[in-house]
């Protein structure tokens, strides 16, 4: 009952590259909890996030670096997710950005998957995409790849973007998403 998670950064030819971190998440935690080590020994953590709250629809989940000090925060707009999932990010000195799905009808069609007998099962598999603004300029976007193995290709347009962050909000949209 464990969500494991690669992060790669992508080769010259556009494969997948060197390993950045690893973690895993216990599903059915009371309070979210996410460590990402340097590889898969779990020997050398690298940052974590965690929920501020127990069970709360609209935590807000502390992103912390290597030495337990604050770097971020994310958190789930549970009002505008009703209908396509919105996630506010934090990065001190930067502010906040704003992401949500792209496509309307894929964020619909994923809200009837979960309520299907049987379904709500298998895994959703058809691509989902997040686009992180802040005003009106895209900074980073999450793109879910087609397929039954999870995969994602994220894109960092903003140099000023803390990646620590990026990494820890990307793993939050594939761990936390169905909550």
């Known amino acids: 009952m464990v969500n494991q998670y690669e992060v790669h950064a992508e080769a010259p030819d556009g494969s997948e590259g060197e390993l950045l971190a690893f973690a895993q998440q216990k ?3 009371f309070k979210e909890q996410v460590t990402l ?9 690298i940052l974590g996030f965690k929920a501020r709250k127990r ?10 670096d290597a030495a337990g000090q604050p770097i971020g925060v994310f958190r789930k707009d549970f009002k505008k997710s009703l209908l ?20 309307k009808a894929v964020a619909v069609l994923r809200r009837i998957w979960q309520i299907i007998p049987y379904a709500e099962n298998l895994p959703f598999a058809w691509p989902y995409h997040f686009d992180f603004y802040a005003g009106d300029q895209i900074v980073f976007s ?3 790849k087609f397929g039954f193995r999870d ?5 960092i347009k903003d140099p000023r973007l ?18």
């Open 84 to 103: 396509a999932s919105t996630w506010h990010l934090e990065q001190p000195g930067l502010g906040v950005t704003t992401g949500s799905e792209r496509n």
């Open 142 to 144: 999450v793109e879910k």
């Open 162 to 179: 803390d990646r620590r962050l990026v990494i820890a909000q990307a793993i939050g949209l594939d761990a936390l998403q169905s909550r």
């Open 151 to 155: 995969r994602y290709v994220v894109d």
């Open 37 to 45: 080590y340097a590889d898969d020994t779990k020997t050398r953590p």
């Open 27 to 29: 599903r059915m935690a």
């Open 55 to 64: 069970i709360d629809l609209a935590s807000a989940y502390d992103i912390t």
